[in-house]
């Protein structure tokens, strides 16, 4: 009799419990890419109000790459040439 509730309890299981594990969505947060320090070149940072806005823009392969804080989180802006300056804001 035992071995017939454990084998019950085993397939209400597999049924009902692993199917909704297995599909259960997991969400990472999204990471920003720095490249490796030695190849980095006029890099600087910045303080905005609540530590908000541009905080930090760097050169890589002839490109600028700008870093922002929101309230979303982060977030990476790329300019194709090194000669343009970084908005102090996104969308500016």
Same mark, same amino acid.
């Given at each position: ?9 085993? &397939? ?32 600087? $940072? ?20 700008? &870093?922002?804080?929101? &309230?979303?989180?982060?977030?990476? &802006? $790329? ?14």
């Amino acid at each position: 009799m035992p071995i017939i509730i454990i084998y019950c309890i085993i &397939i209400y299981q597999s049924l009902f419990y692993i199917p909704k594990v297995l599909n259960a969505e997991i969400k990472l947060p999204k990471a920003l890419y720095i490249p490796d320090d030695q190849y980095i070149t006029n890099e600087r $940072t910045f303080s905005g109000p609540m530590g908000m806005g541009l905080i930090k823009s760097f050169e890589y392969n002839n490109q600028k790459f700008c &870093i922002y804080n929101n &309230i979303k989180g982060q977030k990476k &802006i $790329t300019l194709p040439s090194t000669k343009q300056d970084c908005p102090k804001k996104i969308g500016e």
